[in-house]
């Protein structure tokens, strides 16, 4: 194959070449990241599924390994779909993961190092008494990606299991006491009426204060749980915030945690079959997302690759207890180079000031926006109320002249603004109540001048309460075909996959810009270029 380079990422995980999806099993053991995925190690479509290995140290610079599973055994010979890790006491890693045997049934196995004092991992043994548990009782061609494992006090396994019966999406909950005989509780942890197939579920604890995160194992006082499901429908994920009552082993979303379609997601954009692990080493919990493409299948086989994964996140409980909050791990920042400034800029209607001096394809942007009054904030329509966000975005996109907004970033433009990818916040006065609401946009149909690509206006709101500090914060990691953007420190965050056939590589740039009447101050702008890691694969 000849890979074609033009918008391949930076430092956003890619391998050199073929079909990538979901991160599978993240974890840190004896001092190493690891990061599988599912892979086609023969084309850039979807197939021949196997779970490739990558390790790292810093989760910046990545070493390729050998696959770690692939078919060959009966439980798994059709495919080696998702799954997850979790260290078992002792110190003993172990993956479940979903094969599919002759039949295409879908069967939950495990596997395990070969030889625990390879500080890599390199080799993992699937042992014969596989597989661990057979779809009795569920619906055998949707039956996968089973969690990372908790452990009770009663000294027993759980894990979940993602499935659907009919239209009803649903988590069943397995436990078992030497994590090889799994039994299926009588009640499914949670389960919603025509939500389809759940797919990739995840289920964590997170501290109701501060940024720690915990073991998956976590029992404790003051922690609430995470139940995240990826939606296949609509390649949506969503996730809720409750209570998990571990004495019956049931989970109950908090009130106000919306579950189902209208659900809080992790990104309003390309992210799907995300998976979190627990980092020992920096006590924290990290996010990694699959960011799947938006070219079409003859341009992925052209360009001899696709999907990355996005940066890790490290991911905790907003103070307000009501969502979660995401942010690019620290490390990250390693990669920075050539800072450019921009204080105390005023943006009138119409403006857009160039930040010059960095790579502008390849670029990491922090900004905070002042707003100086929310008077000319636009009325919001009760009748929108009936439209999400991203339909909202559609209908009011960057060139929509606004009140308070639309301002923020104009990401990959070229010179003459025939193609540009808009990161922006727009403001709207609520009649009801005088509160604000604040839409988060990623718009991408403007990003290319490419006709056949998949453009959506992406959008979310931001929870914000803007009368105490007129301040909207915004940060976006630029790379070639991606944009990976969080507004108000990580609130509402969305990806874009952008495909730009003038913005690309020294013909990108970056501007800031106001679309409002009302005049928005650019507080304080720190972009770097970004380097390549040494090592990526
Ligand atoms: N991808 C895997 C499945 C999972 C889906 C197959 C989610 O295990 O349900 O490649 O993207």
Not at 180 to 194: G, L
Not at 284 to 299: H, P, Q, T, V
Not at 307 to 315: F, L, N, S, Y
Not at 441 to 453: I, P, V
Request: net charge positive; proline share 5%; aromatic share 12%.
């Amino acid at each position: 194959v000849k890979v074609k380079h033009l918008h391949r990422t930076g430092y956003h995980f890619q391998p050199p070449k073929h079909w990538i999806n979901d991160p599978n099993g993240p974890m840190y053991f004896n001092g190493v990241y690891h990061l599988f995925y599912q892979y086609n190690p023969k084309g850039a479509v979807w197939g021949n599924i196997v779970w490739a290995h990558s390790v790292s140290k810093d989760l910046i610079n990545w070493e390729a390994l050998e696959p770690a599973i692939y078919p060959s055994k009966p439980f798994d010979i059709k495919g080696c779909w998702s799954g997850s890790a979790t260290i078992l006491p002792g110190n003993k890693p172990v993956i479940l993961y979903t094969g599919l045997d002759s039949k295409e049934r879908q069967l939950q196995n495990y596997a395990v190092p070969a030889n625990l004092s390879d500080p890599y991992l390199r080799k993992w043994i699937k042992p014969d008494n596989n597989p661990v548990v057979f779809p009795a009782g569920v619906n055998a061609s949707a039956f996968r990606d089973p969690t990372t494992a908790w452990w009770g006090h009663d000294g027993v396994w759980r894990m979940l299991v993602g499935s659907r019966r009919k239209h009803r999406g649903i988590a069943y909950l397995y436990r078992s006491s030497d994590f090889m005989k799994w039994t299926k509780a009588k009640h499914p942890i949670h389960s919603v009426a025509n939500t389809g197939m759940w797919e990739c579920p995840d289920f964590y604890p997170v501290s109701v204060s501060g940024k720690l995160g915990l073991d998956t194992s976590f029992s404790g006082e003051n922690v609430k749980h995470v139940l995240k499901v990826s939606l296949d429908i609509t390649r949506y994920e969503y996730y809720t915030i409750g209570t998990y009552f571990r004495d019956q082993d049931k989970y109950v979303p908090d009130e106000n945690s919306v579950d189902g379609w209208n659900g809080l997601r992790y990104d309003y954009g390309n992210f799907y079959a995300s998976k979190s692990f627990f980092d020992s080493a920096k006590n924290r919990r990290i996010l990694w997302g699959w960011a799947n493409e938006s070219d079409s299948r003859d341009d992925d086989i052209e360009k001899g690759w696709a999907g990355i994964q996005t940066i890790p996140r490290e991911v905790w409980l907003d103070p307000s207890g009501k969502q979660l909050v995401q942010w690019p791990i620290e490390e990250l920042e390693s990669l920075r180079n050539n800072k450019v400034q921009m204080r105390n800029r005023q943006l009138k209607l119409g403006d857009h000031v160039e930040v010059k001096g960095i790579t502008a394809a390849q670029a990491d942007v922090e900004v905070t926006f002042k707003l100086h009054s929310l008077d000319k904030a636009e009325k919001f329509d009760p009748r929108w109320a009936k439209l999400d966000a991203e339909h909202l975005c559609g209908r009011m996109g960057s060139k929509v002249q606004g009140g308070v907004g639309p301002f923020g970033l104009l990401t990959l433009a070229s010179k003459n603004l025939e193609e540009f990818t808009p990161v922006f916040f727009r403001i709207f006065k609520l009649s009801e109540n005088n509160k604000h609401k604040v839409l988060f946009c990623s718009d991408a149909r403007s990003s290319s001048l490419k006709k056949e690509l998949y453009k959506p206006s992406f959008a979310g709101f931001v929870d914000v309460d803007l009368t105490h500090d007129m301040k909207l914060s915004l940060r976006s990691l630029i790379d070639n075909s991606v944009v990976e953007s969080f507004g108000a420190g990580g609130k509402t965050c969305i990806t874009s996959r952008v495909y730009p056939t003038l913005a690309i590589q020294n013909d990108a740039h970056l501007y800031v810009f106001n679309n409002g009447s009302g005049i928005i101050t650019v507080e304080n702008l720190n972009a770097w270029s970004m380097k390549k890691p040494a090592k990526m694969n």
